[in-house]
């Protein structure tokens, strides 16, 4: 993000949805989701999936279905 109106509104994104987007913002072929993993309300790791951009179209879904509840069984 290059400018600070667009990364409080990246912020504010990722606070409503749990889960950090990269849709080709490091490399123009490669997507990547990110959600923290919590203990006692606090972050104490993440955990990120990287794919290929052709692999991602076709499964986003599932992916970020599969993000959320890995995230969620490493918070138990």
């Known amino acids: 993000m290059s400018d600070r109106d667009g990364l409080e509104a990246q ?3 990722i606070r409503r949805t749990g889960i950090l987007y990269d849709l080709g913002e490091y490399r123009e072929d490669v997507r990547s989701l990110s959600a923290p993993i919590r203990s006692n309300g606090r972050v104490v790791a993440a955990l990120a999936l990287t794919v290929p951009s052709s692999r991602y ?3 986003e879904a599932a992916l970020v279905a599969a ?3 890995a995230v969620s ?4």
């Not at 069984?73 to 138990?76: D, I, R, Y």
């Open 73 to 76: 069984l490493a918070e138990q």
């Open 67 to 69: 993000l959320l509840s």
């Open 11 to 13: 912020m504010a994104e």
């Open 57 to 59: 179209e076709r499964t």
